[in-house]
């Protein structure tokens, strides 16, 4: 390789993503820019700048430092660029893309069967709710929505549960290591790997399971599951006192979080932001109460709503969610009905693997299924389900053949990080990193 | 499912009245509400759905039928192009989604910009250009979100090679 065929090197490669200095930008984009961090239309943010004109700083007052994409705190490779007046932030940019893979290009070149190892690696601790939102919409797509059987909807309500609280487990860990409370990192790696550990159990790994398909799931639950979530159910209570002792209590606990990225409810909903986000303004927003999916209108529970819209709120309503999500299973473990685990519709789901012996046409079905895949009815659909995180949806376009046309995945991460420059704007530099942290954001979601 | 819309069979050709909201057709896909927006009436259509109760946009991406032109069922005078812009409008107030498809023409790939409307669609708008090149008038930010500002191409579009990792092995041809 000849070094002339290259471009010239460059410091970066991020160019125009970058937050630029003042005196490099005109008046113009500087307002667009400001509108654009505070999510304002172009006319208020106008009627802003003449308001701050007199107290806008001049360049030599400001400093633009840059946090990440290492961070450690900035969970993943999120970079941000912060314009800093003294201690105070003025403006922020979060710059992504450090994880880009293309998974919604891939997703195109799977078919619908292996679509669910594609999806399920977006939203890395959230899974199987990736695997659900993908299923329904393809079940959607296949008209089989309706005749999924009753074992399969309730194996999908336990494994979503206890997936959210290894989720809002592993916010704990990582909420109180950003905070300085570094023991907690190590309680909730440990609650959390408990539940993986019943993964693990289940679905033979820990992480990127699979599980949840297209018309069912890979398997049923194993023997002696049920005494394994009645411990997983004695175990965390006491733990989640424990965290209440450790950090809800605790007055520099609370100092650190509350009061501190206030967002309120229509600013929210502006940006587009769902779950705790949008619960923490007080909106009692939650997809599985609302609109309900699987046989959430069937169970009861509690939407976890804050007051303040501060990170303290959205500490809080995670916390709570813990709780909510081991009622649910309580009430899955008294009500998980018998029968088939998938549907048997030999075009969607393999035959079972003692059939294949005996069957030539059982042998037929197994072998297109694996080589070809099933052929999806044309048509667009588009289904959102309530992650951790938030809405996390499936939107589908099938052209007819056994590989999406187009598959994106709407991640809430995404959408949720755009609140980081509001949220800290006037802020600490300090509270950064609490506003980071009340966010959890996934990156591998927020860049797929 | 999770949509609370009136159910209707698919393709609203087949129903002797055709719904109509705000002067543009509305079909069901699945079930779900769709609205087909003429490109010119994007905005002034929005905003109306704004008023409306669709406080939140909760998502925004595109299509590129390239390479299935014709197998979209659309209805009556909407005429199919190449791209198509999706959002997806939440109501949180009275729980019903709407879904919104807007045909926009692959020789000029663009669109005016939802973001006075909907602030958070600025992320959403970024991503579509860097992935399809549907450019996004008045965005306050025009840059590319996901590939590197210096990427070549959009790749999302249909005519974008997947490309492939070159693999040594024996007989490969000589100088690669």
């Known amino acids: 390789m000849t070094s002339t065929l290259r471009p010239p090197t460059r410091l970066t490669d991020e160019g125009a993503q970058e937050l630029k200095p003042r005196h490099e930008q005109t008046a113009r984009e500087l307002l667009r820019e400001v509108g654009a961090v505070l999510r304002l239309s172009e006319a208020e943010a106008a009627t802003l700048a003449d308001e701050q004109a007199a107290s806008d700083p001049s360049e030599d007052q400001t400093m633009i430092i840059n946090m990440g994409p290492q961070h450690p705190s900035t969970h993943g490779v999120l970079r941000l660029m912060l314009e800093l007046q003294g201690e105070t932030v003025l403006r922020c940019k979060p710059i992504i893309g450090y994880l880009h893979t293309g998974m919604e290009k891939t997703g195109e070149a799977l078919t619908y069967l292996q679509g669910g190892t594609n999806v399920t690696r977006m939203d890395y601790l959230s899974p199987l709710n990736n695997e659900l939102v993908f299923s329904l919409a393809v079940e959607k797509l296949l008209g089989i929505d309706g005749d999924i059987p009753e074992r399969a909807v309730w194996m999908r309500m336990l494994l979503s549960e206890l997936n959210r609280m290894s989720s809002h487990l592993l916010f704990m860990a990582t909420n109180g290591m950003d905070m300085g409370a570094v023991s907690m990192m190590i309680y909730g790696w440990r609650e959390r790997e408990q539940v993986l550990r019943f993964f693990q159990k289940v679905t033979g790994l820990r992480m990127n399971h699979n599980f949840i398909r297209p018309g069912g799931l890979a398997a049923d639950l194993p023997a002696g599951w049920r005494d394994d979530v009645l411990e997983l159910l004695d175990v965390i209570p006491p733990r989640l006192e424990e965290y209440d002792i450790l950090m809800t209590e605790q007055p520099i606990w609370r100092e650190r979080l509350q009061d501190v990225g206030v967002i309120t409810a229509t600013e929210a909903m502006a940006l587009g932001a769902t779950g705790p986000i949008l619960r923490s303004t007080g909106v009692a927003w939650d997809l599985r109460?609302?609109?309900?999916?699987?046989?959430?209108?069937?169970?009861?529970?509690?939407?976890?709503?804050?007051?303040?819209?501060?990170?303290?709120?959205?500490?809080?309503?995670?916390?709570?969610e813990i709780r909510e999500s081991m009622r649910i299973v309580r009430q899955i473990l008294d009500r998980m009905p018998t029968g088939d685990y998938r549907i048997q519709d030999k075009k969607v789901t393999p035959p079972p693997r003692a059939r294949i012996d005996e069957s030539m046409e059982a042998l037929i079905h197994h072998f297109k299924i694996f080589t070809e895949g099933f052929k999806v009815p044309e048509g667009e659909v588009y289904v959102g389900i309530e992650s951790p995180r938030g809405e996390i949806g499936c939107y589908i376009v099938s052209d007819g053949t056994a590989n999406p046309y187009r598959i994106h995945i709407r991640a809430p991460s995404f959408v949720n990080i755009q609140c980081l420059p509001h949220m800290m704007r006037g802020g600490l530099v300090a509270d950064a990193v609490a506003v980071i942290s009340s966010v959890d954001p996934v990156l591998g979601e927020v860049d797929r | 499912?999770?949509?609370?819309?009136?159910?209707?069979?698919?393709?609203?050709?087949?129903?002797?009245?055709?719904?109509?909201?705000?002067?543009?057709?509305?079909?069901?896909?699945?079930?779900?509400?769709?609205?087909?927006?003429?490109?010119?009436?994007?905005?002034?259509?929005?905003?109306?759905?704004?008023?409306?109760?669709?406080?939140?946009?909760?998502?925004?991406?595109?299509?590129?039928?390239?390479?299935?032109?014709?197998?979209?069922?659309?209805?009556?005078?909407?005429?199919?192009?190449?791209?198509?812009?999706?959002?997806?409008?939440?109501d949180?107030?009275?729980?019903?989604?709407?879904?919104?498809?807007?045909?926009?023409?692959?020789?000029?790939?663009?669109?005016?910009?939802?973001?006075?409307?909907?602030?958070?669609?600025?992320?959403?708008?970024?991503?579509?250009?860097?992935?399809?090149?549907?450019?996004?008038?008045?965005?306050?930010d025009p840059s590319r979100i996901l590939m590197p500002e210096d990427w070549v191409g959009h790749p999302l579009r249909k005519d974008y090679d997947i490309g492939r990792i070159p693999v040594q092995f024996k007989g490969a041809p000589e100088g690669r």
């Open chain 2, 1 to 90: 499912m999770a949509d609370d819309t009136p159910a209707a069979a698919d393709g609203a050709a087949e129903s002797p009245e055709p719904e109509v909201l705000h002067g543009c057709p509305v079909t069901a896909s699945r079930g779900q509400r769709v609205v087909h927006i003429p490109r010119d009436r994007y905005l002034a259509v929005m905003k109306l759905l704004l008023a409306d109760g669709y406080h939140l946009c909760s998502d925004l991406t595109a299509t590129d039928y390239l390479t299935a032109l014709a197998a979209r069922p659309l209805p009556d005078g909407v005429v199919a192009e190449r791209f198509e812009v999706v959002l997806n409008l939440l």
């Open chain 2, 92 to 140: 949180v107030l009275g729980a019903r989604r709407l879904r919104v498809r807007v045909q926009v023409p692959a020789a000029d790939p663009s669109l005016p910009s939802a973001f006075d409307l909907w602030p958070g669609t600025e992320a959403m708008e970024r991503e579509v250009f860097d992935l399809f090149g549907i450019t996004f008038r008045n965005h306050p």
């Open chain 1, 289 to 320: 109460r609302s609109m309900p999916y699987l046989r959430y209108d069937d169970v009861e529970f509690d939407v976890i709503v804050g007051t303040y819209g501060d990170a303290f709120d959205r500490y809080a309503i995670r916390l709570n």
